[in-house]
């Protein structure tokens, strides 16, 4: 058969594939043109889908990119929440509810380790008075929060140590308080599904929990209410229940000075736990608690994995507004993520919390100053970064102060430190000229040492150092890239 040709182009098989049939009819004619306009319209799409997303990847290209390095608990997240208050406050209010079972949970996190504290004590001491019998707990068998973990172990010693502090009446508010440790778990599940470690919270990047906790609570406004023992009941409001049920408890258990003897000879400083709200409960164990800017500064959600923020700064002229911060998990099983956005960021925020006095969680032989030297001095000597501006934040100097203050000595922490004034300012200064050192010796190429003393749980403050680190990031930048 022979292929009908186009009059135009007789030998292009394209157009002779397309020409109408001979001996159409109507309703094939009909047919055959809906098809072409349905294979146009597709084809369009497709370019414009293709179009969009090379905006995008031009836009990303574009975009500055930050990412925020340092060890577990030196305020990464805090500083991204600070970003986020700053520039995209309408995002920030937003989010708001969805941080308020955070701190409920870290709240209960806090008076868990109480109970531990006070059981540890009770197992290894015992009571300071004879008491009754209670119907199923022993001293021996009647474990009611498990063992404790941590640096509490009895300071054997002298006699004041192993006093016998506690009595029947802590017993009875230990009991009382106890549903909370399953409670909570059972919460931590419901809220953050699937955590690496279900007594902690934390947050797996790209889960964006914060929408799922929203979507939580929208299922809660439109279910009619249920018992409060149902299992699938629980959502935000659970957290909320739990404390106002148990408010009394807590903070008859923190007024106590007798549980604030224990704690302090088991060496458990509840004051220095992340997410520390115990001294708020009466504003927090409350219907209808609204979290504070405050607040969510102060809560703790512990990041693993690595989580990608998209800000489009609301106000930054056109064309600058658009960032990307990368908050990366700090424990160091999770370091090795890190590397892998080395080679597309302008800038590193290093986040080095002054807290001479406190070690790793994850192994607490390791002094956690010690610990931000050794990645600074990684960090600074990266080929792969030697363009890349980094920004030192000295941080957590609210805590520094609180430490000094208390009496603590930097040289019995850090040898070298030796007998220069235990001050603010001296400490400050040293452990700058530390940090300052490191880089300049260890940077493949001279770059300009930017450093910043900050308390990240001050929004007032924080903020105004970020706008400057901004317009910083964004000057180098643009020196650096082919932005302009
Ligand atoms: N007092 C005080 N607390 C701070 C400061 N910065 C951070 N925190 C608190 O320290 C805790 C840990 O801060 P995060 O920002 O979660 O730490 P992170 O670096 O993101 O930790 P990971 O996610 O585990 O890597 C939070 O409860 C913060 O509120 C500070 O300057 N002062
Ligand atoms: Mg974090």
């Not at 009770?122 to 008075?129: E, F, L, N, V």
């Not at 979507?215 to 409060?228: T, V």
């Not at 800038?347 to 002054?354: D, G, K, V």
């Not at 235990?422 to 400050?428: E, G, H, K, Y």
């Amino acid at each position: 058969m022979k292929a009908i040709s186009n009059p135009r182009w007789p030998d292009d098989p394209f157009a002779a594939a397309l020409m109408p049939p001979p001996k159409e009819t109507e309703g094939e004619r009909v047919k055959r043109v809906q098809e072409q306009e349905e294979a146009a319209r597709i084809s369009r799409e497709i370019d414009e889908g293709l179009l969009e997303t090379k905006k995008l990847i031009e836009r990303r290209r574009k975009a500055t990119k930050v990412l925020l390095l340092g060890q577990a608990e030196s305020g990464k997240s805090t500083t991204l929440k600070n970003f986020q208050l700053s520039f995209c406050p309408s995002q920030f209010k937003q989010e708001r509810t969805a941080w308020r079972s955070v701190i409920q949970l870290n709240l209960i996190k806090s008076v868990r380790r109480i109970l531990q504290v006070i059981q540890d004590d009770w197992d290894h001491i015992g009571p300071a008075k004879p008491i009754s019998p209670i119907p199923g707990f022993s001293r021996q068998s009647g474990s009611l929060v498990g063992p404790s973990s941590g640096p509490n172990s009895p300071k054997t010693g002298d006699k004041e140590d192993r006093e016998p502090i506690l009595t029947d009446a802590h017993r009875r508010l230990l009991m009382r308080l106890s549903p909370l440790v399953s409670m909570e778990e059972n919460l931590v599940n419901k809220l953050f599904p699937h955590p690496p470690d279900p007594k902690e919270v934390s947050v797996r990047g790209g889960t964006n929990w914060k929408s799922y906790i929203a979507k939580l609570g929208k299922e809660r406004d439109q279910k009619p209410i249920r018992p409060r023992s149902s299992q699938s009941s629980a959502s935000q409001e659970e957290g909320t229940h739990i404390l106002v049920t148990f408010k009394e408890d807590i903070i008859a258990l923190w007024n106590d000075p007798a549980v604030h003897r224990v704690l302090k000879r088991r060496g458990c400083n509840i004051r220095d736990m992340s997410g520390f709200f115990l001294d708020d409960v009466r504003r927090i164990a409350v219907q209808n608690y609204e979290p504070s800017d405050q607040d969510i500064m102060k809560a703790r959600l512990k990041t693993v994995g690595v989580e990608e923020y998209h800000f489009v700064m609301e106000t930054v002229s056109e064309g600058n507004g658009d960032w990307y911060i990368y908050d990366v998990g700090g424990s160091r099983n999770l370091r090795s993520q890190w590397a892998s956005f080395f080679d597309d960021v302008q800038a590193i925020i290093f986040l080095a919390p002054l807290t001479f006095n406190l070690n790793l969680e994850e192994d607490p032989t390791i002094n956690r100053i010690e610990d931000s030297i050794m990645i600074w001095k990684a960090i600074c000597s990266n080929k792969l970064l030697e363009r890349t501006a980094i920004i030192l934040f000295l941080n957590k100097m609210d805590v520094l102060a609180t430490a000094l203050e208390s009496g603590l000595r930097v040289k019995d922490y850090v040898i070298s430190y030796g007998d220069s004034p235990n001050d603010v300012p001296s400490v400050t200064k040293y452990f700058r000229e530390k940090f300052r050192t490191y880089h300049k010796k260890l940077s493949p190429k001279p770059r300009t040492f930017f450093w910043h003393e900050t308390s990240v749980i001050d929004t007032d403050a924080t903020g105004a150092i970020l706008f400057g680190v901004r317009e910083g990031i964004l000057r180098y930048h643009l020196s650096k890239s082919d932005v302009i």
